[in-house]
């Protein structure tokens, strides 16, 4: 480039690591935003992809330290867009990086501050199915490859304003004096010529459905605690069982639309689900082949390339039975055996079905600070608080030179955000380019 562009990009999920490869191999300076620990979103928590059931962190894996290498790439964890303003080419954007208590070019992820720290607490990468301390790596494979320190359940920093200095023990015990209790929040400001968001989806809370009865019942969970169940690196290090009892299910039910294509939730499909079902009974059926799996539909709505093939295998060779019926209530056995209440559309009978396992497939929503977010960029949201775009220009917004990816858009999977992270580095390159200042 004959003068330095950059470029920010807002979300480390596996659209804006597409969208800043792509840039910064174009010659860009990439800066990469992402409010956790470690980048690699939703991907990373998957246990295997559709439609190849490829290992997902196998395939992210790479990407993640191409990202983390790559000379014209600067990430920026524990980070967030505070505001945005226009100035003459460029934007100005004000970040607050909180403090991680642990130098990033210090730490050599050895564990040792892990084995002493005294704090247990409910590991939200995992779904809050098992524990993590208070000083913790966001996931194994996560990258930077660097401890944080979870201010609100460390004994010292919790303590601090009540005058006592206590415990310190990860300070004592680390080899590289890579604990930094004095670190503080910092607010920086960039001046990128354009920039990309990609910050990706929540699930939608099954709770809000009383009849399902998420909360209640421990055999009832969502599609993203099972992909932590069945990882290899997940709390059972990939040992399918029952959160009531840990014995190995025999038969699950997988619920479709749940919270999705429904007028009191999201009256939109969520697209991935009828797929990642099928994976999910498919990898079931790998564990252990007797286990029987029952998909609950509306329609099955698999569009994508190979998607139509996927779920005739998962019939013939996996044994998957698929029920066209909505679930109406969820009720347990003595044995907290989850009872499917239902209508089988195809028979017009009103069933039952026990279970040993209930899955439900929950809505994708957009993350919950997408309205502080728009608002502070000066972008408009659609009806469901998706970043709204146009149909003829699937990724821009309606601000000049911010641009969007994958499934803060709409609900999508990954190759379709793969596909429009690349479109978007294309267009937000073209943007600064033009843009670049004199
Ligand atoms: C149960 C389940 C199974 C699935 N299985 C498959 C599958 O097998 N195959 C497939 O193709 N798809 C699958 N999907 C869909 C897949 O997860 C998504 O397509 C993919 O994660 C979208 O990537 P993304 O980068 O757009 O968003 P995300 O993965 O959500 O990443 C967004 C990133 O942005 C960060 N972020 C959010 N807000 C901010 C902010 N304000 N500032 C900075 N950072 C922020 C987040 O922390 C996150 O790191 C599945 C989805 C679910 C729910």
Redesign the pocket.
């Known amino acids: 480039m004959e003068k330095e562009s950059s470029i920010m990009v ?8 597409q969208a800043s490869l792509d840039l910064a191999n174009l010659g860009f300076h990439v800066d990469l ?4 620990p470690c ?5 990373a928590q ?1 246990d ?3 439609p190849t059931n490829d290992c ?1 962190i196998c395939i992210l894996s790479p990407k993640l330290s191409d990202c983390y290498r790559h000379p014209n790439i600067k990430l920026h964890t524990l ?3 505070q505001s945005v303003s226009k100035k003459e080419k460029c934007y100005s954007v004000e970040v607050k990086k909180k403090a991680r208590f642990v130098k990033e070019d210090a730490c050599i992820n050895c564990g040792l501050c892990i084995e002493k720290c005294p704090t247990k607490v409910n590991d939200k990468f995992d779904m809050y199915l098992r524990k993590r301390k208070a000083i913790y790596l966001y996931y194994l494979q996560g990258v930077p490859a660097v401890m944080a320190i979870d201010k609100e359940h460390c004994l010292y920093l919790s303590n601090l304003d009540k005058g006592k200095d206590i415990c310190r023990q990860c300070e004592n015990v680390c080899p590289k004096e890579a604990i930094d209790f004095s670190q503080e929040d910092q607010i920086s400001t960039f001046n990128p010529n354009a920039i990309i968001l ?4 929540r ?1 939608f809370n099954p709770s809000n459905i009383p009849q399902y009865k998420y909360a209640e019942f421990r055999n009832v969970i ?3 605690e ?2 932590r169940l069945i990882c290899a690196s997940g709390p059972t290090n990939g040992h399918l069982e029952r959160l009531s009892d840990k014995k190995p299910p025999k038969k699950i039910a997988f619920i479709q639309c749940v919270g999705s294509r429904d007028i009191k939730n999201q009256k939109y499909c969520s697209s ?1 689900c009828c ?2 079902s099928t ?1 999910e009974a498919i990898l079931a059926n790998e564990h252990d082949s007797e286990i029987q799996s029952f998909i609950f539909y509306i329609d099955i709505r698999a569009a994508g390339k190979g998607f139509q093939k996927y779920i005739e295998r998962a019939k013939q060779e996996y044994q998957v039975n698929y029920v066209k019926g909505i679930v109406s209530e969820i009720k347990i056995d003595e044995n907290e055996n989850p009872i499917l209440y239902y209508e089988n559309i195809a028979s017009s009978e009103l069933c039952t079905m026990t279970v040993d396992l209930v899955v439900l ?1 929950s809505a ?1 929503i957009p ?1 919950d ?1 997408i309205e502080y ?1 728009a608002e502070s960029m000066g972008i408009e949201l659609d009806e469901f608080n998706f970043i709204k775009t146009v149909p003829s220009e699937p990724i821009k917004t309606t601000r000049k030179g911010i641009f969007v ?4 858009k709409e609900p ?6 793969v596909t429009e992270a690349s479109a978007a580095a294309a267009q937000a390159a073209q943007y600064a380019s033009q843009n670049k200042g004199d």
């Not at 807002?10 to 659209?15: E, R, S, Y």
């Not at 980048?39 to 991907?43: D, F, K, P, Q, S």
């Open positions: 807002i979300g480390g999920g596996i659209a804006g690591i935003i992402e409010k956790e980048i690699g979103g939703r991907m998957l295997k992809t559709f997902s980070s967030e867009v990609a910050t990706g989806f699930q969502t599609g993203l099972y992909e991935v797929t990642y994976k497939a994708m993350s600070n977010l990816c994958g499934a803060c999508m999977d990954i190759p379709s955000s």
